[in-house]
């Protein structure tokens, strides 16, 4: 199914290269959910996802750079919100693994993609040695 993007509305594209980016993405995320008519848990629970992605990207990106896209959708007449997470960092050599519960290549928990994905209504991610990773999440009205 395709998601069709609010028409009128730009997508809210930033860098994030810093801690203060993290803010900003939590920012915009609460004001496209509360835009589109998120109730507080779904708003809360695309915030937490959205923080974790941003996150990665200043932990595991090269340089600890990258790029997010915010933006309002529609699908069906049901509305959302979608955030697209991108680097040019070293990828993810196997999703699977990285999408397990309790799987760390840095030794921590290991639960930052797996929890966003339990998170949010849908989630994907693609990744590829040395090309760096797309992490593209959306969260529904209910």
Do not use: H
Not at 22 to 32: A, D, S
Not at 103 to 111: D, E, I, K, Y
């Amino acid at each position: 199914m395709t998601v069709e993007a609010v028409t009128g509305r730009e997508p809210a594209v930033f860098d994030i290269v810093d801690e203060s980016d993290l803010i900003r993405v939590r920012k915009v995320l609460r004001t496209e959910a509360e835009a589109t008519g998120l109730n507080l848990v779904d708003t809360t629970k695309l915030i937490t996802a959205g923080s974790e992605l941003a996150r990665n990207i200043l932990n595991y990106a090269t340089g600890g750079r990258g790029r997010v896209s915010i933006e309002q959708v529609s699908r069906q007449g049901r509305r959302g919100v979608q955030a697209t997470f991108c680097d040019d960092g070293p990828g993810i050599d196997d999703v699977d693994l990285a999408m397990t519960d309790g799987f760390s290549t840095r030794g921590s928990m290991g639960l930052g993609l797996p929890g966003a994905r339990r998170l949010v209504d849908d989630m994907t991610l693609t990744s590829a040695a040395g090309r760096g990773t797309t992490v593209v999440i959306v969260k529904w009205q209910r």
